[in-house]
């Protein structure tokens, strides 16, 4: 399985962005699915995450500026971010929990996965 997410880029205070993630591989079913992210010298933070049936999980810092969504049947996970702010400035990653995938045997067991990062950048 693999995650392969977009959307990253430089931004002003204020400003507006759209990550997105796809999941890609021989994928029965994702339980959840979710971005992380990492500042220069801070530990790797859930930012929000969304379930199969489509429960929410915002961090505090990011209610009500943040909305996480997700396509099931593309196996796709968006986040849509606005009135970014320097302090979200950070490496943001994909994170898929619960996947279950299509197996020679059948279908496997539950595991986890990470894409690679994209870097957000809030500057003026």
């Known amino acids: 399985v693999q995650l392969q997410a977009c959307g990253g880029g430089l931004v002003q205070p204020g400003g507006s962005l759209r990550l997105s993630c796809v999941a890609s591989?021989?994928?029965?079913?994702?339980?959840?699915m979710g971005w992380y992210r990492q500042a220069p010298g801070k530990q790797r933070e859930l930012v929000a995450d969304?379930?199969?049936?489509?429960?929410?999980r915002y961090a505090d810092s990011v209610k009500d500026r943040f909305t996480i969504s997700r396509d099931n049947a593309k196996n796709t996970v968006y986040l849509q971010m606005n009135s970014l702010k320097p302090e979200d400035t950070a490496v943001y990653y994909c994170?898929?929990?619960?996947?279950?995938?299509?197996?020679?045997?059948?279908?496997?067991?539950?595991?986890?996965?990470w894409g690679q990062g994209t870097l957000v950048t809030v500057s003026s």
């Open positions: 969304i379930t199969s049936g489509g429960s929410t």
């Open positions: 591989g021989s994928i029965y079913s994702i339980k959840t």
């Open positions: 994170n898929a929990e619960g996947v279950r995938r299509y197996t020679a045997w059948g279908i496997s067991s539950r595991q986890g996965y």
